[in-house]
């Protein structure tokens, strides 16, 4: 059976990026007929002063070919399989970056065609908002840990998808800051994601080596005896729901200000947005439900499995890159200009056709956003210190008396009584089991 899933999630892997990749020549054909040319200025010298029906279809090409690339719903099947059976260092690696390439060539083949028009960054927002709303549910039915990080990818790469799709609009309608906000915003979840991901992958690495599964259902209890990687899960968690004061909470916060933003766009526009605005919200409250689930079932409570191995923290080398991608998630969530640094130098890419005088001020307004948001979670971390210090002073001062614990009852509780992956979500998944298709 694990040879079996194995040879079926390299099958489909294959399957996937081929069929992407004749979306990808197909649109290389296409605009080589209009060129005669190989070379990507010249594709987008003709792209950006021949709109019409054929750039409409090579666009519509593009879009395929990436979006199976990065696993934006609905071309996601093989990622979450692919995630399920490859190592976790593996896993960490497409995740942060294999699958993001097909975000990059978006990102080029956009800066080539200039000016888009409003109906492609609409089509990219709603694609984008369809893909993270729809990753963020399959999260909270997974009993395999990795398999659900996998589908969390889907969600993060929409989340960047919304991103871009607002900075197209921003340069159809010809607002600087609105583009961006959005490009910015984009292109800083892609980095966040990186970290956060990769940091989520490597303890999921932690926990197969030391239980020799990810399976949830059979878990519990790790906080104990894996208290570094529990801690390092749980931070890492926090920063992919989109709350402060790490890294997810920053890229996703520049997100909803290009959709609360104060842009001359119309009403109709902006009453899209406010519904894509609660959408996104709605889509860091399931991916809290899902990161609690995860975190509670795993760590916390009893081992479910009597015959899995105790485990233990693995040794310091092997922990190294945990201890770096968890700094990486802190410091880009309390200096999010940090961030910015590493892609502020392609936004006014996006910002050519703009005038000299607002380029700055476009790209100030992302700064002075950013220096906010790094207030607030500086101010949030300190509140979660004192908080965390204050409960262990007055527990220490207190000095209660021991004795054994109140069971309600039960003399002697046993793994058989906590609540199982698939309890802790039942009751939500299964109003929304008809939309997801299947929920394993």
């Known amino acids: 059976y694990p040879n079996q899933k194995v040879r079926f999630a390299g099958f489909n892997y294959l399957v996937s990026t081929h069929i992407g990749l004749i979306f990808l020549v197909a649109a290389v054909m296409v605009l080589y007929t209009q060129t005669h040319s190989w070379y990507l200025s010249d594709f987008g010298q003709w792209l950006s002063h021949h709109p019409g029906p054929t ?17 934006f719903f609905p071309f996601h099947s093989w990622l979450p399989r692919a995630h399920a059976a490859a190592p976790a260092n593996v896993s ?13 060539g978006l990102l080029h083949f956009t800066i080539l065609q200039g000016q888009p028009d409003a109906w492609m960054g609409w089509l990219v927002l709603g694609f984008s908002a369809t893909s993270a709303v729809m990753g963020a549910l399959y999260t909270t039915a997974q009993r395999d840990l990795k398999r659900l990080l996998g589908y969390s990818s889907t969600e993060n790469v929409g989340i960047a998808g919304m991103g871009f799709g607002i900075g197209m609009l921003g340069m159809a309608w010809q607002q600087p800051v609105l583009t961006a ?17 990769c940091l989520l992958f490597y303890t999921a690495g932690n926990v197969y080596r030391a239980k020799q599964g990810v399976d949830m259902e059979r878990l519990g209890g790790l906080a104990r005896t894996m208290p570094w990687t529990a801690t390092s899960f749980l931070l890492g968690g926090i920063a992919i729901s989109g709350l402060p004061p790490f890294n997810g909470f920053a890229s996703e916060f520049l997100v909803y200000s290009g959709l609360f933003g104060d842009a001359p766009i119309g009403m109709w526009a902006r009453l899209v947005f406010a519904l894509v605005a609660s959408l996104l919200a709605f889509v860091g409250a399931l991916s809290v439900l899902s990161i609690t689930r995860a975190f509670g079932v795993i760590f916390l409570g009893e081992s479910r499995d009597s015959t899995l191995p105790a485990g233990q923290e693995p040794t310091l080398w092997m922990n190294l890159p945990v201890v770096l991608h968890t700094a990486g998630t802190v410091a880009l969530g309390l200096a999010p200009w940090l961030g910015l640094a590493l892609v502020q130098a392609s936004l006014p890419l996006f910002l050519r056709d703009a005038s000299a005088s607002s380029i700055p001020l476009a790209v100030a307004q992302v700064h002075d956003t950013l220096v906010q948001v790094s207030h607030w979670s500086i101010a949030a971390a300190l509140l979660m210190a004192i908080v965390y210090g204050a409960r262990r002073w007055v527990g220490r001062s207190a000095n209660p008396a021991s004795g054994p614990t109140w069971g309600c009852g039960y003399a002697v509780p046993s793994a058989r009584r906590q609540y199982t992956g698939s309890s802790f ?3 939500f998944t299964r109003h929304y089991a008809g939309l997801m298709g299947y929920v394993q």
């Open 181 to 197: 906000l959005g490009f910015a915003g984009g292109m800083l979840h892609v980095l966040n994601h990186a970290f956060f991901k």
């Open 55 to 71: 750039r409409n279809a090579v666009f519509l090409l593009l879009l395929t070919s990436f979006g199976l690339k990065s696993a």
């Open 92 to 104: 960490a690696l497409m995740s942060g970056v294999i699958h993001k390439a097909g975000l990059f």
């Open 425 to 427: 979500a039942r009751d």
